[in-house]
């Protein structure tokens, strides 16, 4: 660890709050250092979609010239019902949009728009568009010798490990490849370009979605001269006469303290691997069953632990403590196990999810966050919390479901290793899934009834735009609907998981770290997933993690970069 033991600011963890506020301190004159757990840099942000809701921003202004601050604190009232803090959303307002163009005017961070609709646009103060905005494609050569040390983008979200964009948009062309000659042309260009890129630089080097904002971010960092030291984890925070003035950090025996003159900045991202905290903050883990979170296994609340052991408050506020996320146990063989999350297929034309009792239980096309609370809510009291994803031949052929792909991809691998379940009849299907035979008869019947027509009769599918948004437009009247007709018929068990947790470190709107009585421990900071959430516990849009953030860190940056009067 031959480095500087002293600097202005310390921050743990290297994802997408960590770095906004390392490289907001820095460029205000502030000498800063970044620790990191693992031997790549990223975090959480690296995997996930990368996109940001920050209402007001200039893309989205463009969107939307009618969104105004009223607006988005009435949104954010009815969404965060007991837990609104009218400050809280009034720091976010006033800054988000500031922070956009900061990172954008200086640094190499860039964004695009998106078409995402609010989660919930016909609640009052919602909207269709002009909110969520995204991490612009990168090429991460620009990283150099760095680039190995960007942490790799989900496995079962992408093909070969090659990344879509969070838009979808590429993704139609892969859906149509076998029946349309212009997205068969563009998948044949996608995939020659990907294979040079695995046999020169072994990943894909044009990243998208979370894996794009993790290395614009770094690379804004890296270019600024800030350290971001991997395998560099913080054991312990040092106190010297009731003020944090630093860490312990190192392992595998070599721990050093590294002194922070300001501050210390916790961005950990959160505790979703905190096997003991979240058996006490997940409803669904106290009856059992299995949780399996996509996230990090590193995420094992370090942040939340080292600010606790100095006194800090970081107590289970909200009925749900995470953003839930439905998914399924993907086996690559070997031993080896991925996590699938269900992001699209639950939106598409032919899909129904179901409970061991063959019966559906909520509108399959809402968000991840409703589905996982509804399927939460239904399974209370049962031994786990599961559904199961049903369709027909036509329905998988066109759409896949889950980790398997559309046709002509093949899918006896995924039958034999239990993945994907098949009944030539609904009673075969229901008794190879172990589900109730009636019922999901039954189910399949009353959703026929409506679907044939383009209507869900029992939940609505396709009557918000957010509904819409990820389902198919070719499919009409509704694109969130088409009856479940031909067999064999298909089952895929889907369980609870989650993208990151809510609850966290109380913090002063500024980061300063909160004890139990709410005074503030002097030099001590958070930010991002180890924070928490101003959403309390709700998922109002696409990019609710993201974007309030990455504005936090950068008030956190700014507020750090005052105190040393620069």
């Known amino acids: ?14 994802g997408a709050a960590g770095l ?27 995997l996930s979609g990368g996109v940001l809701w920050i209402p007001l921003n200039h893309h989205g202004v463009k969107q939307n010239a009618l969104d105004t601050g009223d607006l988005v604190h009435t949104y954010m009232q009815q969404e965060t019902g007991v837990f609104y803090d ?13 922070m956009v163009d900061f990172f954008e005017r200086e640094t190499e961070m860039q964004f695009i728009p998106t078409l995402y609709p609010d989660y919930h646009p016909d609640v009052a103060g919602g909207a269709d568009i002009g909110r969520s905005i995204l991490a612009k494609p990168f090429d991460i050569r620009g ?24 838009s979808n948009a590429d993704l139609k062309h892969f859906f149509l490849a076998t029946k349309s000659l212009t997205s068969f042309l563009y998948v044949a260009k996608r995939m020659v370009n990907h294979i040079k890129e695995l046999v020169l630089y072994q990943r894909a080097v044009q990243v998208t979605s979370g894996n794009a904002l993790a290395a614009r971010l770094a690379k804004s960092a890296l270019d600024l001269g800030i350290p971001i030291l991997t395998s560099t984890p913080a054991e312990k925070i040092l ?13 595998d025996g070599q721990s050093q303290s590294i002194h922070a003159r300001l501050g210390v900045v916790l961005a950990c991202g959160g505790f979703p691997h905190d096997i003991k905290r979240i058996a006490q903050a997940y409803p669904h883990l106290r009856s059992g069953g299995d949780h399996l979170s996509p996230t990090p296994k590193s995420n094992t609340g370090d942040g939340v632990r080292l600010a606790e052991a100095v006194g800090a408050d970081a107590s289970i506020r909200f009925k749900d403590s995470a953003a839930w996320m439905p998914v399924s146990k993907v086996d690559y063989g070997q031993g080896e196990i991925g996590v699938f999350p269900h992001l699209l297929d639950r939106y598409k034309p032919g899909v129904i999810g179901v409970l061991r009792n063959g019966k559906r239980f909520t509108n399959e096309s809402n968000s991840y966050h409703d589905v996982g609370v509804a399927m939460i809510r239904a399974c209370e009291g049962q031994s786990e919390t599961a559904m199961w994803l049903i369709c027909d031949k036509p329905t998988l052929g066109k759409y896949g479901l889950g980790f398997v792909k559309p046709a002509p991809m093949p899918i006896g691998k995924f039958i034999r290793n239990g993945y994907l379940l098949s009944g030539n009849t609904l009673p075969e299907l229901a008794q190879a899934a172990g589900l109730d035979a009636q019922g999901l008869e039954e189910t399949v019947r009353e959703y026929n009834q409506g679907a044939v027509q383009g209507n869900d009769l029992q939940y609505g599918r396709g009557t918000t735009a957010f509904n819409r948004y990820l389902a198919d437009p070719e499919q009409n009247p509704n694109p969130c609907v088409a009856p479940i007709l031909k067999g064999p018929f298909f089952a895929l068990k889907v369980v609870m998981g989650d993208l990151g947790t809510f609850d966290g470190i109380q913090t002063s709107l500024v980061g300063e770290v909160r004890k139990k009585d709410g005074s503030l421990i002097p030099g001590l900071y958070a930010v991002g997933n180890d924070r928490t959430s101003i959403m309390g516990g709700k998922y109002p849009a696409a990019g609710i993690t993201h974007g309030p953030n990455m504005t936090f860190g950068y008030v956190t940056g700014l507020h750090l970069a005052e105190l040393a009067g620069v």
């Open 86 to 98: 009218q400050q809280a959303v009034q720091t976010f307002i006033e800054n988000g949009a500031k």
């Open 239 to 251: 106190i010297e006469n009731d003020k944090v003035i630093g860490v312990q950090a190192g392992g």
């Open 143 to 166: 990283l150099g010798k760095d680039m190995k040390r960007l942490k790799l983008p989900l496995k079962t979200i992408t093909f070969m490990g090659m990344m879509f964009n969070s």
């Open 20 to 46: 906004s506020c390392a490289i907001t301190a820095k460029k205000r004159g502030l000498n800063v250092v970044v620790l990191e757990k693992e031997p790549v840099f990223g975090g959480t942000t690296a």
């Open 1 to 14: 660890m031959s480095f500087p033991k002293q600097f202005d600011v310390i921050v743990v963890g290297s």
